[in-house]
């Protein structure tokens, strides 16, 4: 099931939150719990028996290294959790990718796993391995009910893209908390913001890239290339945006405070700064639970930059199985050492220059990121600088020419004061209704519409 369905809008919300809001506070995590398992069942039950093993596995090595007074027993408990927690995650990931590339270097002929990837497992293993290494440090205390730990885990607003939640930034809420009219009519407005984002914003900017990809890489002119880049740039923020804000929405429809995973990120004037305002809760987690522990910066700038290193390998295999994630992830690791290197003082100095380097950078990246061949990949690049021009960019610029201006200024704190100023009155009440008439009318005619995370 999807955030962005009839059988999502006009099902499964008024059901739910009708046996949600009725049942006393008491019961409210199972009637969570519940939902949540319905919710991803809808689409992959056969995927079910992971998450029941996940929070197994985790409540018992959570409880037993929180009792265990040796540290040995503890960092036992730890060891067994994360590498059932990660082994799992290659196994349906991962393993097809090595059996592959084995395959071509040996020539073993091994036999592919062929599994299909669970949706959401990347998130929620992340969610559940902080988990563990938080009770390992100290930092939370084991949590004695396995239903809250199971909730923590499956709750639907969040399980299957994100952003993700540190059980620490719920635990309380998970253990009592408050509903408020204020926060559910906000809620709702950000759900339905995220939803314009999505049906309205990012399927139709996307569509120009798709109509680029299907005509072939090779036969497009540098303009419909620069096109389709800014094209899908603007749709894997709109549509990313647009679920994270139906992630929180609807988070505050149900009590908890789920964290903000963006913060206009192509205003950045440097790729650092990009990092801090693109995917904030993964670009955390990596530094919190990976890049902190190696040592940071706090060891040489030779340690700095193999911890680098490993975090942006990591941080680009982690969307995906290829070689274009992994490229992807070295590209931004070349670009960050850069500016640490003292390319930032440049880019402090000079802020315009620094937001069009910093565009120019992250719509290449997202070529590297959208075009799985690397052949292609190469093509598509290629046609940036062929000086090759005809009408079939000018056709394509007046039908997207529109969504394009749109796209463009949304992705801006433009309209921010404006929404924020009106957003509680009645104009801000127009526009969410006229929003979510406009997504209902036109998720009517649309066929199926997943967010593109769903596949990392």
Not at 32 to 45: D, K, R, V
Not at 66 to 82: G, Q, S, V
Not at 186 to 207: M, T
């Amino acid at each position: 099931m999807i955030f962005s369905s009839l059988l999502f809008l006009f099902w499964f919300i008024p059901v739910f939150f009708t046996v949600y809001y009725i049942c006393p506070g008491r019961f409210r995590n199972a009637v969570l719990f519940i939902g949540s398992i319905i919710f991803y069942a809808w689409g992959e039950p056969e995927f079910l028996v992971l998450i029941f093993i996940s929070i197994f596995v985790n409540y018992i090595m959570g409880l037993l290294m929180y009792r265990a007074k040796a540290d040995a027993i503890r960092r036992l408990c730890l060891i067994i959790a994360l590498t059932y927690d990660f082994l799992m995650l290659f196994i349906f990931k991962y393993a097809d990718f090595f059996i592959e590339n084995i395959n071509r270097l040996t020539g073993a002929g091994l036999h592919k796993v062929n599994i299909t990837l669970p949706l959401g497992i990347s998130f929620y293993t992340f969610q559940i391995a902080s988990y563990v290494i938080d009770l390992y440090r100290g930092r939370i205390k084991a949590e004695k009910s396995p239903l809250i730990l199971g909730t923590y885990l499956v709750m639907f607003p969040q399980l299957i893209a994100g952003p993700i939640v540190v059980y620490s930034q719920i635990s309380d809420k998970l253990h009592e908390r408050k509903l408020s009219y204020e926060d559910v009519e906000e809620g709702i407005r950000l759900f339905i913001l995220g939803l314009g984002s999505k049906v309205l914003i990012a399927n139709n900017v996307g569509a120009l890239f798709d109509d680029a990809k299907a005509m072939g890489f090779s036969g497009i002119s540098m303009p419909l290339a620069w096109m389709s880049m800014l094209s899908f740039s603007l749709q894997i923020y709109f549509d990313f945006n647009g679920y994270s804000l139906m992630a929180m929405g609807l988070g505050k429809m149900l009590g908890f405070d789920i964290p903000a995973n963006f913060d206009y990120p192509y205003i950045s004037r440097s790729i650092t700064e990009f990092w801090r305002r693109w995917h904030i809760t993964l670009s955390s987690w990596f530094r919190n639970y990976l890049y902190i522990p190696l040592g940071g910066s706090r060891k040489g700038k030779k340690r700095t930059y193999v911890n680098l290193l490993i975090v942006w390998l990591l941080t680009g295999f982690w969307h995906g199985a290829g070689w274009n994630f992994v490229l992807w992830g070295l590209f931004f690791f070349v670009v960050l050492v850069t500016e640490k290197a003292g390319f930032n003082a440049f880019l402090e100095r000079h802020p315009g220059f620094g937001r069009f380097y910093s565009l120019i950078l992250i719509g290449l990246s997202w070529m590297i990121f959208a075009i799985t061949d690397i052949r292609e990949m190469g093509i598509f690049f290629t046609r940036l600088l062929c000086f090759k021009f005809d009408n079939t960019a000018l056709y394509y610029l007046k039908n997207y020419l529109i969504i394009l201006l749109v796209s463009c200024i949304l992705a801006t704190p433009a309209l921010s004061g404006f929404w924020n100023k009106n957003k509680r009155n009645i104009l801000g009440t127009i526009i969410s209704i006229v929003i979510l008439v406009l997504s209902t009318a036109y998720l009517t005619d649309a066929a199926y519409n997943p967010f593109l995370y769903f596949r990392f």
